[in-house]
């Protein structure tokens, strides 16, 4: 029968060479994990590596490659960008007053102003005459003298100007005062619009505001006693009533 004490000696013996053995296996299984990480390459996790399948995919969506996403994009020359053909749109120009009374209402008539004058009054009413048409408007005017067609009856002429313009202009003057002709033009200047405001313009010019006629105390004049005989505001309210029609 072995001794208790023989037992003893013997366990403690080899527990020193039993741990020294283990302790190699250990450091050898390290070695080899060690090496097998070094040769292995790193796997890239699931949640990163679709975020970067997004991306790649993304990049070649919009034309570009992964590697030139950050790139910024290139500026198109002045003539691409200001192209109508190339930017699918219409050119627009800042609108004046040409643009404004050349609008679709303004050419459904044949004039824009009539000019009722007396006979004493062409001069001036010459003159107005070239300023409208020559204005940058380019607004068409009826001159009874210049515009009536020949053989034609007076009255005629005059009621179809009058209806085949859009404004029409009384040169009141002493002289237009004296002629019944310009009255009955002037009447029946009213007779076609008598509710249309700003289509009818009196242009008050030698006379003072008492020998305004009763027949148009409804309406503002325009006061020719200015430097340039109320051509402009006669000119201006042409052009804003044409406006109205569009």
Same mark, same amino acid.
Not at 94 to 115: A, E, I, L
Not at 182 to 193: D, G, I
């Given at each position: 029968m072995v001794s208790l004490e023989a037992c003893t000696m013997a366990s403690s013996s080899s527990t020193p060479a039993s741990s020294a053995q283990s302790k190699k296996t250990r450091d050898k299984i390290a070695e080899w994990f060690r090496q097998a990480l070094l040769k292995k390459p790193k796997k890239i996790p699931v949640s990163q590596e679709s975020h970067l399948s997004d991306a790649s995919q993304t990049a070649t969506q919009d034309g570009l490659s992964p590697g030139s996403r950050s790139s910024p994009p290139s500026h198109s020359s002045p003539e691409s960008r200001s192209s109508p053909r190339s930017? &699918?749109?219409?050119?627009? *120009?800042?609108?004046?007053?040409? =643009?404004?009374?050349?609008? @679709? &209402?303004? %050419? *459904?008539? =044949?004039?824009?102003?009539?000019?009722?004058? *007396?006979?004493? =009054?062409?001069?001036?009413?010459?003159?107005?005459? *070239?300023?409208?048409?020559? @204005?940058?408007?380019?607004?068409?005017?009826?001159? #009874?003298? !210049? =515009?009536?067609?020949? &053989? &034609?009856?007076?009255?005629?002429?005059?009621? #179809?100007?009058?209806?085949?313009?859009?404004? !029409?202009?009384?040169?009141?003057?002493?002289?237009?005062?004296?002629?019944? %002709?310009?009255?009955? #033009?002037?009447? #029946?200047?009213?007779?076609?619009?008598?509710?249309?405001e700003g289509c009818t313009i009196p242009l008050l010019s030698g006379l003072t505001r008492a020998a305004y006629p009763p027949e148009l105390r409804f309406m503002y004049y325009v006061d020719g006693r200015g430097q340039d005989g109320g051509f402009y505001q006669v000119k201006e309210a042409v052009i804003h009533y044409l406006e109205t029609l569009s």
């Open positions: 930017s &699918g749109m219409s050119p627009t *120009s800042p609108p004046t007053h040409v =643009d404004s009374s050349s609008s @679709s &209402g303004r %050419w *459904s008539k =044949d004039y824009d102003v009539c000019v009722c004058h *007396s006979e004493e =009054d062409l001069e001036v009413a010459q003159e107005l005459v *070239s300023y409208l048409e020559g @204005s940058k408007a380019s607004l068409r005017c009826f001159l #009874q003298l !210049r =515009d009536a067609a020949p &053989g &034609g009856a007076i009255v005629s002429e005059l009621c #179809q100007a009058l209806s085949s313009s859009h404004c !029409r202009v009384l040169l009141i003057t002493p002289g237009f005062l004296r002629d019944p %002709w310009c009255k009955y #033009q002037m009447l #029946q200047a009213l007779t076609e619009a008598p509710g249309a």
